[in-house]
Protein backbone atom coordinates (compact mmCIF):
# COMPACT_ATOMS: atom_id res chain seq x y z
CA UNK A 1 0.00 0.00 0.00
CA UNK A 2 1.53 2.99 -1.12
CA UNK A 3 0.49 6.19 0.28
CA UNK A 4 1.13 9.73 -0.94
CA UNK A 5 0.91 13.01 1.58
CA UNK A 6 0.70 16.67 0.63
CA UNK A 7 1.56 19.60 2.97
CA UNK A 8 -0.45 22.46 2.04
CA UNK A 9 -0.40 25.97 3.63
CA UNK A 10 -2.14 29.38 2.25
CA UNK A 11 -2.52 32.67 4.22
CA UNK A 12 -5.86 34.17 3.16
CA UNK A 13 -8.68 35.55 4.75
CA UNK A 14 -11.72 33.10 5.60
CA UNK A 15 -14.88 33.48 7.24
CA UNK A 16 -17.67 31.20 8.43
CA UNK A 17 -15.21 28.65 9.44
CA UNK A 18 -17.80 26.21 10.50
CA UNK A 19 -19.31 25.82 7.45
CA UNK A 20 -15.88 25.05 5.83
CA UNK A 21 -14.93 22.78 8.36
CA UNK A 22 -18.01 20.80 7.56
CA UNK A 23 -17.48 20.57 3.72
CA UNK A 24 -13.55 20.04 3.87
CA UNK A 25 -14.75 17.35 6.48
CA UNK A 26 -17.02 15.46 4.60
CA UNK A 27 -14.92 15.98 0.88
CA UNK A 28 -12.20 14.36 3.28
CA UNK A 29 -14.00 11.57 4.07
CA UNK A 30 -15.87 10.27 1.08
CA UNK A 31 -11.96 10.06 -0.20
CA UNK A 32 -10.41 8.38 2.62
CA UNK A 33 -8.25 11.01 3.53
CA UNK A 34 -6.15 10.86 6.69
CA UNK A 35 -4.13 13.79 8.52
CA UNK A 36 -4.68 17.03 10.03
CA UNK A 37 -5.92 20.57 8.29
CA UNK A 38 -6.49 23.23 10.35
CA UNK A 39 -8.86 26.53 9.67
CA UNK A 40 -8.41 29.66 10.79
CA UNK A 41 -9.54 33.42 10.13
CA UNK A 42 -6.00 34.23 8.36
CA UNK A 43 -5.84 30.84 5.82
CA UNK A 44 -5.28 26.92 5.51
CA UNK A 45 -2.74 24.89 6.97
CA UNK A 46 -2.25 21.00 7.19
CA UNK A 47 -0.65 17.66 5.98
CA UNK A 48 -2.84 15.18 4.52
CA UNK A 49 -2.63 11.77 2.48
CA UNK A 50 -4.25 9.59 0.07
CA UNK A 51 -3.65 5.58 -1.24
CA UNK A 52 -4.32 4.81 -4.53
CA UNK A 53 -4.44 8.06 -6.01
CA UNK A 54 -7.84 9.32 -4.03
CA UNK A 55 -5.98 12.48 -2.77
CA UNK A 56 -6.05 14.22 -6.01
CA UNK A 57 -9.68 14.61 -6.01
CA UNK A 58 -9.21 16.17 -2.67
CA UNK A 59 -6.57 18.54 -3.79
CA UNK A 60 -8.93 19.80 -6.59
CA UNK A 61 -11.20 21.18 -4.01
CA UNK A 62 -9.17 22.38 -1.95
CA UNK A 63 -7.63 24.41 -4.93
CA UNK A 64 -11.25 25.37 -5.92
CA UNK A 65 -12.37 26.43 -1.92
CA UNK A 66 -8.81 27.89 -0.92
CA UNK A 67 -6.32 28.21 -3.81
CA UNK A 68 -3.95 26.29 -2.28
CA UNK A 69 -2.07 25.90 -5.28
CA UNK A 70 -1.45 29.54 -5.39
CA UNK A 71 0.30 29.17 -1.61
CA UNK A 72 2.66 26.15 -1.15
CA UNK A 73 1.59 22.45 -1.62
CA UNK A 74 4.55 19.96 -1.66
CA UNK A 75 4.52 16.26 -1.84
CA UNK A 76 6.00 12.93 -0.44
CA UNK A 77 5.73 9.28 -0.40
CA UNK A 78 4.96 6.93 2.26
CA UNK A 79 5.12 3.13 2.16
CA UNK A 80 2.33 2.68 5.39
CA UNK A 81 -0.48 5.04 6.33
CA UNK A 82 1.25 8.19 7.83
CA UNK A 83 -1.54 9.04 10.05
CA UNK A 84 -3.95 7.47 11.75
CA UNK A 85 -7.26 9.18 11.65
CA UNK A 86 -8.66 12.71 9.84
CA UNK A 87 -8.52 15.79 11.96
CA UNK A 88 -9.93 19.33 10.53
CA UNK A 89 -9.70 21.58 13.23
CA UNK A 90 -11.18 25.31 14.02
CA UNK A 91 -8.15 27.50 15.28
CA UNK A 92 -7.27 31.14 15.86
CA UNK A 93 -3.77 31.46 13.60
CA UNK A 94 -2.83 28.30 11.68
CA UNK A 95 0.62 28.32 13.06
CA UNK A 96 0.21 30.10 16.31
CA UNK A 97 2.57 33.21 17.08
CA UNK A 98 0.16 35.64 18.95
CA UNK A 99 1.70 38.71 17.63
CA UNK A 100 -1.11 40.50 14.84
CA UNK A 101 1.81 42.58 13.83
CA UNK A 102 2.85 39.19 12.22
CA UNK A 103 0.34 39.83 9.07
CA UNK A 104 2.41 37.12 6.02
CA UNK A 105 -0.88 38.74 3.72
CA UNK A 106 0.10 41.97 3.59
CA UNK A 107 3.62 42.06 3.80
CA UNK A 108 6.47 39.30 4.16
CA UNK A 109 10.16 38.16 3.54
CA UNK A 110 11.98 37.78 0.04
CA UNK A 111 11.35 33.95 -1.18
CA UNK A 112 14.63 32.86 -2.19
CA UNK A 113 14.14 29.47 -4.45
CA UNK A 114 16.17 26.49 -3.15
CA UNK A 115 18.84 26.45 -6.41
CA UNK A 116 19.22 30.25 -4.88
CA UNK A 117 20.11 29.29 -1.03
CA UNK A 118 23.15 27.93 -1.13
CA UNK A 119 24.48 31.33 -2.31
CA UNK A 120 22.83 33.27 -0.36
CA UNK A 121 23.47 31.51 3.04
CA UNK A 122 27.85 31.93 1.53
CA UNK A 123 27.57 35.55 2.13
CA UNK A 124 29.23 36.47 5.74
CA UNK A 125 27.10 39.43 6.60
CA UNK A 126 23.69 36.49 6.56
CA UNK A 127 22.34 35.67 9.75
CA UNK A 128 21.38 31.92 8.80
CA UNK A 129 17.88 31.49 11.36
CA UNK A 130 16.41 28.11 12.01
CA UNK A 131 12.86 29.49 13.35
CA UNK A 132 12.01 25.69 13.91
CA UNK A 133 11.52 23.42 17.48
CA UNK A 134 14.56 21.97 18.95
CA UNK A 135 12.87 18.99 19.21
CA UNK A 136 13.30 19.65 15.13
CA UNK A 137 16.38 21.02 14.79
CA UNK A 138 17.95 18.11 17.16
CA UNK A 139 17.30 15.40 13.96
CA UNK A 140 19.30 18.48 12.02
CA UNK A 141 19.71 21.80 9.86
CA UNK A 142 21.46 23.78 7.62
CA UNK A 143 25.74 24.27 8.52
CA UNK A 144 26.31 27.19 10.29
CA UNK A 145 22.64 28.00 11.48
CA UNK A 146 22.00 29.57 14.79
CA UNK A 147 19.35 27.68 16.51
CA UNK A 148 17.06 29.18 18.70
CA UNK A 149 16.42 26.47 21.18
CA UNK A 150 12.81 26.92 21.62
CA UNK A 151 10.06 25.03 22.75
CA UNK A 152 7.29 26.14 21.00
CA UNK A 153 7.03 29.20 18.01
CA UNK A 154 5.34 31.37 20.32
CA UNK A 155 8.91 31.54 21.75
CA UNK A 156 10.26 32.85 18.48
CA UNK A 157 9.72 36.55 19.39
CA UNK A 158 11.54 36.60 22.82
CA UNK A 159 14.43 35.54 20.83
CA UNK A 160 14.24 37.99 18.29
CA UNK A 161 14.30 40.78 21.16
CA UNK A 162 16.77 39.15 23.39
CA UNK A 163 19.28 37.99 20.32
CA UNK A 164 18.36 39.79 17.42
CA UNK A 165 19.07 43.71 16.34
CA UNK A 166 18.37 45.32 13.24
CA UNK A 167 20.73 47.61 13.86
CA UNK A 168 23.09 45.28 14.10
CA UNK A 169 21.94 42.00 11.73
CA UNK A 170 21.24 43.25 8.72
CA UNK A 171 20.75 40.91 6.67
CA UNK A 172 18.12 37.57 8.07
CA UNK A 173 17.81 34.38 5.98
CA UNK A 174 15.35 32.06 7.67
CA UNK A 175 14.31 28.42 7.10
CA UNK A 176 11.77 26.08 8.80
CA UNK A 177 10.41 22.77 7.57
CA UNK A 178 7.80 23.67 4.81
CA UNK A 179 7.93 27.58 4.84
CA UNK A 180 4.86 28.39 6.94
CA UNK A 181 6.48 29.49 9.97
CA UNK A 182 8.90 31.67 7.99
CA UNK A 183 6.09 33.37 6.42
CA UNK A 184 4.79 34.80 9.53
CA UNK A 185 8.27 34.91 11.36
CA UNK A 186 9.64 37.27 8.15
CA UNK A 187 6.67 39.04 8.58
CA UNK A 188 6.83 39.73 12.40
CA UNK A 189 10.82 41.07 11.73
CA UNK A 190 9.69 42.84 9.31
CA UNK A 191 7.34 44.65 11.52
CA UNK A 192 10.09 45.19 14.16
CA UNK A 193 12.08 46.84 11.74
CA UNK A 194 14.44 44.62 10.29
CA UNK A 195 15.42 45.99 6.87
CA UNK A 196 16.38 42.58 4.90
CA UNK A 197 14.90 39.44 5.23
CA UNK A 198 14.58 35.82 3.05
CA UNK A 199 12.74 32.78 3.68
CA UNK A 200 13.37 29.47 1.82
CA UNK A 201 10.37 28.99 -0.44
CA UNK A 202 8.85 26.01 0.03
CA UNK A 203 11.18 25.12 3.45
CA UNK A 204 13.18 22.62 4.07
CA UNK A 205 11.16 19.74 2.04
CA UNK A 206 11.23 21.47 -1.20
CA UNK A 207 15.34 22.13 -0.68
CA UNK A 208 15.82 18.50 0.08
CA UNK A 209 13.56 17.23 -3.03
CA UNK A 210 15.65 19.77 -5.64
CA UNK A 211 19.10 20.12 -4.48
CA UNK A 212 21.51 17.20 -4.66
CA UNK A 213 23.15 15.34 -1.74
CA UNK A 214 26.41 16.53 -3.44
CA UNK A 215 26.12 19.90 -3.14
CA UNK A 216 24.13 20.43 -0.44
CA UNK A 217 24.50 22.42 2.97
CA UNK A 218 22.28 20.46 4.86
CA UNK A 219 23.29 18.11 7.63
CA UNK A 220 20.72 15.55 9.03
CA UNK A 221 17.37 14.84 8.32
CA UNK A 222 14.34 16.64 8.31
CA UNK A 223 12.06 16.49 11.24
CA UNK A 224 8.24 15.86 9.55
CA UNK A 225 4.64 15.70 11.25
CA UNK A 226 3.89 12.14 10.90
CA UNK A 227 4.91 8.49 11.68
CA UNK A 228 7.77 8.57 9.57
CA UNK A 229 9.34 11.15 11.72
CA UNK A 230 11.97 12.05 9.85
CA UNK A 231 13.26 11.98 5.94
CA UNK A 232 16.54 12.94 3.98
CA UNK A 233 17.43 13.73 0.16
CA UNK A 234 15.21 13.17 -2.23
CA UNK A 235 12.11 12.92 0.65
CA UNK A 236 13.43 9.53 1.55
CA UNK A 237 12.53 8.30 4.85
CA UNK A 238 14.67 7.99 7.45
CA UNK A 239 15.38 5.27 9.85
CA UNK A 240 13.86 7.46 12.91
CA UNK A 241 10.95 6.57 15.53
CA UNK A 242 9.64 9.13 17.84
CA UNK A 243 8.68 8.31 21.63
CA UNK A 244 5.20 7.96 22.38
CA UNK A 245 5.83 9.13 26.05
CA UNK A 246 7.43 12.78 25.27
CA UNK A 247 7.40 12.86 21.52
CA UNK A 248 11.05 12.98 21.30
CA UNK A 249 12.72 11.80 17.63
CA UNK A 250 14.79 8.36 18.15
CA UNK A 251 17.22 7.29 16.02
CA UNK A 252 18.33 3.43 15.92
CA UNK A 253 21.06 3.90 18.50
CA UNK A 254 18.72 5.85 20.82
CA UNK A 255 16.44 2.38 20.59
CA UNK A 256 19.02 0.60 21.56
CA UNK A 257 19.08 2.24 25.44
CA UNK A 258 17.84 0.24 28.44
CA UNK A 259 15.68 3.34 28.86
CA UNK A 260 13.76 2.55 25.89
CA UNK A 261 10.24 0.74 25.85
CA UNK A 262 8.25 1.30 22.48
CA UNK A 263 5.09 3.68 23.11
CA UNK A 264 6.15 4.28 26.43
CA UNK A 265 9.22 5.88 27.48
CA UNK A 266 12.82 6.79 26.12
CA UNK A 267 16.59 8.47 27.96
CA UNK A 268 14.62 11.74 27.57
CA UNK A 269 11.56 10.98 29.67
CA UNK A 270 12.07 7.97 31.57
CA UNK A 271 13.49 10.07 34.63
CA UNK A 272 9.74 11.65 34.89
CA UNK A 273 8.07 8.64 34.35
CA UNK A 274 5.66 7.49 36.95
CA UNK A 275 3.92 4.20 37.57
CA UNK A 276 0.79 5.43 36.70
CA UNK A 277 1.65 7.10 33.53
CA UNK A 278 3.96 4.14 32.18
CA UNK A 279 0.66 2.30 32.54
CA UNK A 280 -1.56 4.70 30.85
CA UNK A 281 0.92 4.62 27.75
CA UNK A 282 0.96 1.31 27.39
CA UNK A 283 -2.53 0.86 27.39
CA UNK A 284 -2.73 3.38 24.54
CA UNK A 285 0.06 2.02 22.63
CA UNK A 286 -1.67 -1.25 22.53
CA UNK A 287 -5.26 0.34 21.60
CA UNK A 288 -3.28 2.38 18.47
CA UNK A 289 -1.54 -0.62 17.14
CA UNK A 290 -4.38 -2.29 17.34
CA UNK A 291 -6.19 0.17 15.62
CA UNK A 292 -4.31 0.79 13.17
CA UNK A 293 -3.78 -2.74 11.80
CA UNK A 294 -7.36 -3.27 11.15
Not at 19 to 27: A, G, I, N, P, W
Not at 100 to 107: D, M, Q, V
Not at 243 to 251: D, R, V
Request: contains cysteine; charged residues 30%.
Amino acid sequence: MNWTVAALYRFLPLEDLPTLQKRVRDVCVYHGIVGTILLAPEGINGTIAGENGKLADTLDFLDAQFGIRSGELKFSASEDKPFLRLKIRLKKEIITMRAPEANPSKRAGTYVAPKDWNALIADPDVVLLDTRNAYETAVGTFAGARDPNIATFTEFKDYVSRELDPARHRKIAMFCTGGIRCEKASAYMLAHGFGEVYHLKGGILKYLEEVAPEDSQWQGDCYVFDRRVAIGHGLREGDWEYCFGCGHPLTAKDRESECFEEGVSCAKCIDALTPARADSLRMRHRHLTERSSR
